[in-house]
Every structure is written in structure tokens, then in C-alpha cells.
T-cell receptor
Framework: AQSVSQHNHHVILSEAASLELGCNYS??????LFWYVQYPGQHLQLLLK??????LVKGIKGFEAEFIKSKFSFNLRKPSVQWSDTAEYFC?????????FGTGTRLQVTL | DTAVSQTPKYLVTQMGNDKSIKCEQN?????MYWYKQDSKKFLKIMFS???????INETVPNRFSPKSPDKAHLNLHINSLELGDSAVYFC???????????FGQGTRLTVV
């Protein structure tokens, strides 16, 4: 079964620092990858997704992720974080019949 | 012990039937959610309850009715099922002011 793993459980950054959150997926044929974000007190929202094509995916709010097949990775990046990026970030993979989430990474951005 | 559990995992039913999906969390969280994963593989919020009170109700047909008998349970009842209701439904919970959400394994609903 497809799965994803997020190794960073809690990341603390200062404003303007660069961000990279790791996500590794298990091989399982067709790869569909997602990053979701949950801001404090809110529900989950889609940041970006990869189905095929350009491995560098641009998402909302300045986020991007790069699909690197040789490394089974789909890391989330942002050049300069803001305090408002403080949230929980989930990597996910799956098909139309099943979506599997990583355990999440809590990002805390300090002023 | 499973933190957020949904039952059943798979549900196949005919159009027009009424069905329920149950969700229970043993984390002591105040907030619970129902999400729908649609055919484009996106996860969309349907409902959110905080301490048994509805706080989010997105554009969802009236045939969908969440029921929260207590803080640990948020069940989803669907009346007059339609083909388009076929999807995977995820339950989740989180602390009231926290960011970490715990998800159930999902319930795959197939309407035939």
C-alpha cells in the first residue's frame, strides 16, 4: 500500500527563514502527491498537488514542492516564511479509492 | 488504540437508501470534522463541530446531516443516496485551539 512519511515533527523558524519540510513516499505505481495545511483553529486546506508533468509544483501562498522520483521525495519549500505560516502541514498520497496522510509537521514561525 | 476510528471502512449501497457513517475519537479533542475526498482527489471540508455544536457547514446538500451525541462522536447520516455521493469520507479531530488534526482511515462509500 502507498504511504508517506514525514520525518520533521516540529520545526521552529524565524520569520524570513527558508523552509523545507520533508516527505517521502513509498513506491506504488502511479504517484499522486499532495500537501495540505491546517492553520490554527481551521480545517485542512490543499496547498498543492502533483499528478504528473512538471516535477516542480507551485502552490498557494508562495509554497512549492518538487517531485524527485529517484529519491521518492516530495519536499515542501518556501523561500521566506511568515508568522502566518504557523500551522500543521500534512503530506499525503493516494488514489481515487484511498488517500493516506503523513503524520504531519508542526511549523512554528517566530517573530 | 486507534485515535480516530470510522465505521464501516467500506460501504456499498443502492441509490435512494439512507446510510450512516460513524466516527469516534478517544483523544479528548473538542473539535471534529468530516471531509469528503472527491473524484479529483481533493479533500474538502463538509462539517466541523466544536463541543457538539456546528461551527462549519460548507455547501453540502441537506441530505447530509451530521449528528454529534457527545464530544467524542460525530456521525454522518446521508439520506436518499445518489450516485454522486460515491467518495471516500474522512473523519478527523483536533484540539479546540490546536493545529494537529488526527484523521480516521476513511470510509469508501459506493452508491450503485
Amino acid at each position: 500500500a502507498q504511504s508517506v512519511s514525514q520525518h520533521n515533527h516540529h520545526v521552529i523558524l524565524s520569520e524570513a527563514a527558508s523552509l523545507e519540510l520533508g516527505c517521502n513516499y513509498s513506491y506504488g505505481g502511479t504517484v499522486n502527491l499532495f500537501w495540505y495545511v491546517q492553520y490554527p483553529g481551521q480545517h485542512l486546506q490543499l496547498l498543492l498537488k502533483y499528478f504528473s508533468g512538471d516535477p516542480l509544483v507551485k502552490g498557494i501562498k508562495g509554497f512549492e514542492a518538487e517531485f524527485i522520483k529517484s529519491k521518492f521525495s516530495f519536499n515542501l519549500r518556501k523561500p521566506s516564511v511568515q508568522w502566518s505560516d504557523t500551522a500543521e502541514y500534512f503530506c499525503a498520497t493516494g488514489t481515487a479509492s484511498k488517500l493516506t496522510f503523513g503524520t504531519g509537521t508542526r511549523l512554528q514561525v517566530t517573530l | 488504540d486507534t485515535a480516530v476510528s470510522q465505521t464501516p471502512k467500506y460501504l456499498v449501497t443502492q441509490m435512494g437508501n439512507d446510510k450512516s457513517i460513524k466516527c469516534e475519537q478517544n483523544l479528548g479533542h473538542d473539535t471534529m470534522y468530516w471531509y469528503k475526498q472527491d473524484s479529483k482527489k481533493f479533500l474538502k471540508i463538509m462539517f466541523s463541530y466544536n463541543n457538539k455544536e456546528l461551527i462549519i457547514n460548507e455547501t453540502v446538500p441537506n441530505r447530509f446531516s451530521p449528528k454529534s451525541p457527545d464530544k467524542a462522536h460525530l456521525n454522518l447520516h446521508i439520506n436518499s443516496l445518489e450516485l454522486g455521493d460515491s467518495a471516500v469520507y474522512f473523519c478527523a479531530s483536533s484540539q479546540d485551539r490546536g493545529t494537529r488534526a488526527f484523521f480516521g482511515q476513511g470510509t469508501r462509500l459506493t452508491v450503485v
